[in-house]
Nanobody, 120 residues
Framework: QVQLAESGGGLAQAGGSLSLSCVAS????????MGWYRQAPGKQRELVAT???????MYADSVKGRCTLSRDNAKNSVNLQMNSLKAEDTATYYC??????????????WGQGTQVTVSS
């Protein structure tokens, strides 16, 4: 069993900032990557930002320069700092962890989702 505990999110004004945190726990052998995805009403889930075990980061073009993803390997956690928020950032944000639960099997795990609403 693997659990992802999300925190943060909420309501912010356009131009403001929010922070999202996620901690992975449970039967974790090795984490491949962790990050955040989002899904707005009527749209597909999309990548926001992810960081791999080597520290390589990937950001969606829509958030580059406005978001920073940090990772604490010792705590199996990631933090997404979002600045200069826009109305189009409004969505449900999901933490994702791709990890091994044993030396040979990996899978994707998801948090329950946290709402981010940006008012213009």
């Amino acid at each position: 069993q693997v659990q992802l505990a999300e925190s943060g999110g909420g309501l912010a004004q356009a131009g403001g900032s929010l922070s999202l945190s996620c901690v992975a726990s449970g039967n974790i052998f090795r984490i491949i990557s962790m990050g955040w995805y989002r899904q707005a009403p009527g749209k597909q889930r999309e990548l926001v930002a992810t960081v791999n075990a080597g520290g390589g980061r990937m950001y969606a073009d829509s958030v580059k320069g406005r978001c920073t993803l940090s990772r604490d390997n010792a705590k199996n956690s990631v933090n997404l700092q979002m600045n200069s928020l826009k109305a189009e950032d409004t969505a449900t944000y999901y933490c994702n962890a791709r990890l091994y639960t044993n030396p040979t099997n990996w899978d994707d795990y998801w948090g329950q989702g946290t709402q981010v609403t940006v008012s213009s």
